[in-house]
């Protein structure tokens, strides 16, 4: 367990690098992150603003339990469903 977290944590330190790189192309994007390390599961909490708007995301590595979550909330239409976008007949 010790070592998947090392791994966990890892690959949640090389995401928020990434996306650090990637709006750093933008001026007009920002980004803020917090790493909740010490947490029982390690989160990297994204907030990504631009001109339009502002996506808030919560990331986690190797956890089930979040997408088990959204599915209940969904269920109990505590959640929008996802949008599909069908092709129109042909």
Not at 19 to 24: Q, V
Not at 79 to 90: G, Q, R, S, T
């Amino acid at each position: 367990a010790a070592v998947q977290r090392a791994r966990d944590l890892e690959a949640l330190q090389r995401v928020h690098v990434a996306l650090g790189r990637f709006i750093g192309r933008y001026a007009d994007m920002s980004i803020f992150t917090a790493s909740i390390c010490e947490a029982r599961v390690p989160i990297l909490g994204v907030l990504w603003s631009f001109p339009a708007g502002s996506i808030a995301v919560d990331l986690s590595m190797n956890q089930q339990r979040p997408v088990d979550h959204v599915r209940w909330f969904q269920q109990v239409a505590g959640a929008p469903l996802p949008i599909v976008h069908k092709p129109p007949p042909v």
